[in-house]
């Protein structure tokens, strides 16, 4: 177990029922993370972290509308909702989730210009956030994935974690997704396709 990790994907309250980009039912998988918690030996968290007026919000875009896709310098963006904004309540973890553990918390999305849906880099798939060095240097191989949203945040995490080299597993009961014009199926073969452990 102790070069095993759990990583805890933006269970933050905007990401939760009520919250401005809600995934449905994100608040059900909380006692379920909390016991994967207490059972793991080394715990991780994301945090969605933006400034207001981010570059992915739709708006900072005048005429556009939120879940529009819109071209950036580093590729395709979807715009969403004005979410998790530093230092917010939204921004806050749900505060049912046992965090006490956390032995990091890697923020993320907190540059202006680009979002950042990976807990290991940025959306232009170059800037790193420092995980993969860190699990590295504490002799971490495999990591266990759960959160929000299971086709965003979490697959991204999951994708760039087994190109990283790690031993990658999903714990699908303990995710839930968006599901934007069909991404939940697109993004579950992605995972699966790229050696990505989905249980």
């Known amino acids: 177990?102790?070069?095993?990790?759990?990583?805890?994907?933006d269970l933050q309250n905007?990401?939760?029922?009520?919250g401005a980009l809600a995934v449905i039912g994100g608040d059900e998988i909380v006692p379920l993370v909390?016991?994967?918690?207490?059972?793991?030996?080394?715990?991780?968290m994301t945090q969605d972290w933006h400034p207001a007026g981010h570059s992915s919000f739709a708006s900072s875009h005048?005429?556009?509308q939120p879940f529009e896709m819109m071209e950036m310098p580093y590729g395709p963006q979807t715009l969403w909702p004005d979410h998790c904004i530093q230092g917010s309540l939204g921004s806050d973890f749900h505060s049912g989730l046992a965090w006490s553990k956390t032995?990091?918390?890697?923020?993320?999305?907190?540059?202006?210009?680009?979002?950042?849906?990976s807990a290991f880099f940025e959306n232009d798939h170059t800037t790193p956030t420092g995980l993969a060095g860190y699990l590295r240097e504490r002799g971490i191989e495999a990591i266990t994935l759960v959160g929000l949203a299971t086709d965003?945040?979490?697959?991204?995490?999951?994708?760039?974690?087994?190109?990283?080299?790690?031993?990658?597993t999903v714990r699908l009961d303990a995710c839930r997704g968006i599901n934007l014009n069909g991404s939940l199926d697109a993004m579950l073969a992605r995972m699966r396709d790229a050696g990505v452990k989905l249980v």
């Open 34 to 44: 909390n016991d994967l918690i207490r059972n793991a030996e080394h715990v991780i």
């Open 152 to 168: 965003f945040c979490v697959a991204f995490s999951a994708l760039d974690a087994v190109k990283q080299g790690f031993a990658t």
């Open 1 to 9: 177990m102790a070069d095993e990790a759990l990583i805890v994907v």
């Open 103 to 117: 032995e990091l918390v890697i923020r993320k999305g907190f540059r202006p210009g680009i979002d950042s849906y």
């Open 62 to 64: 005048p005429g556009k």
């Open 14 to 18: 905007d990401f939760c029922p009520g």
